[in-house]
């Protein structure tokens, strides 16, 4: 088949998707970037490759990614990773958004292939020998399985850390971050207490002169989440949600959270499409993640959607899928929800739901909660 080569001003896009990858993982830069497209005039058909190879810089010393949408290629002698990646259709700037996507979703952000890479090489050093970043690999590592376990081993591992390295912004927000989860998952016995000390950690990082890129990546992402909670100020949690976003656009871990913060605060197509995005890319598509779009749907008034979503969950949020249910007719379904949660958790009232989870302010915008609270009283929450 023929090949015709894109012009530089179509490359732009999936480069300046990468690059975004390479701004918050300062250890690796771009070496080679290029593209062909494949053409088919029997079908008006095109196939798109893109191939971006990225080394990791000198500190961190040797070896070479070479990530491409279709498995093949050798950089020299050094390592490589490989991962195929294919595109078809007529429309040639959505395939190119899909493989870009695609790309950072496999390598990038804290879930990606090149921090699973680093957690393996930082899991075979000894205690002493650990770095700040080391205690941050660990910790994501331990966090990003989800467990109750898994947070409190993370839990010792950055407060170890934050504790050997005093001036680390980063571990300060990822001890935020755990602190505020351990709220909302009800992992702990005071989530306004936790809640108040995510917000000293953010203060106290904040307060740090310089950071880095991926730090204030972090910082603006986990004070979105932390900041309703802990001040019931919703036009503030849209704005650092929206700076965060702005600077890392295509990781679909915190696009799926700041869609929540997005929803709450009744911008809802922001969270709808952020939501969708996430479950889009995802190489393995969590629960949460659908739950999160399902709520979504719910508070854009998209509520077939949203029962459709939550239907296919094993995990979701039980007053959530509840009104989702009364809002599409089904009030005996809906009924039912509610009453087995109730079994389960005997003294759960409306207030619980309305003020979760500091117990302090309410969750959602007003107008938003009225509606919800109504429902859930519909449903048999009193």
């Not at 695609?102 to 393996?120: F, P």
């Not at 809802?268 to 739950?291: K, Q």
């Not at 958790?345 to 989870?357: H, K, Q």
Request: glycine share 6%; hydrophobic share 40%; with cysteine.
């Amino acid at each position: 088949m023929p090949r015709k080569t894109i012009s530089v001003r179509e490359c732009l896009r999936i480069y300046d998707h990468a690059f975004h990858f390479t701004a918050v993982a300062g250890h690796v830069q771009i070496i080679q970037f290029f593209r062909f497209a494949q053409f088919r005039p029997k079908t008006s058909r095109t196939n798109l490759e893109c191939r971006l190879c990225l080394r990791r810089k000198p500190q961190a010393a040797g070896r070479y990614i070479h990530h491409l949408s279709t498995v093949g290629g050798r950089a020299r002698r050094e390592k490589c990773l490989a991962t195929r990646m294919e595109q078809s259709g007529s429309d040639l700037v959505t395939m190119q958004e899909a493989i870009a996507h695609k790309t950072y979703a496999s390598l990038a952000g804290i879930r990606g292939e090149v921090a699973n890479m680093e957690q393996d090489l930082t899991w075979s050093k000894s205690s002493p020998s650990l770095g700040e970043y080391d205690y941050h690999l660990r910790g994501a590592s331990e966090f990003l399985k989800w467990t109750d376990d898994s947070k409190y081993n993370a839990r010792k591992i950055w407060t170890e850390g934050s504790e050997k390295f005093p001036d680390s912004a980063l571990l300060k927000i990822e001890l935020a971050a755990l602190y505020n989860n351990r709220a909302v998952e009800g992992l702990t016995n005071d989530p306004w207490q936790d809640i108040q000390l995510a917000m000293t950690l953010l203060q106290k990082a904040e307060a740090i002169p310089t950071r880095s890129r991926m730090e204030e990546w972090l910082w603006h992402y986990i004070k979105a989440l932390v900041l309703v909670s802990a001040t019931g100020d919703f036009s503030a949690s849209v704005r650092e949600a929206e700076q965060a976003h702005a600077l890392v656009p295509y990781d679909p871990l915190s696009s799926v959270d700041l869609a929540l913060v997005t929803a709450n605060a009744g911008r809802t197509e922001t969270a709808v499409e952020w939501a969708e995005y996430a479950v889009t890319n995802e190489a393995v598509v969590p629960d949460w993640y659908r739950g999160n779009l399902a709520w979504a749907y719910l508070m854009a008034g998209r509520s077939q959607d949203a029962v459709r979503t939550y239907d296919g969950l094993e995990y979701y949020c039980v007053p959530c899928k509840a009104v989702a249910l009364v809002r599409t007719g089904k009030l005996d379904e809906a009924q039912a929800e509610i009453a087995h949660h109730k079994v389960i958790y005997r003294n759960w009232s409306i207030d619980d739901v309305r003020l979760f989870p500091s117990g302090r302010h309410e969750f959602l915008l007003d107008r938003l909660m009225g509606p919800y609270l109504e429902d859930l009283r519909t449903a048999g929450l009193d």
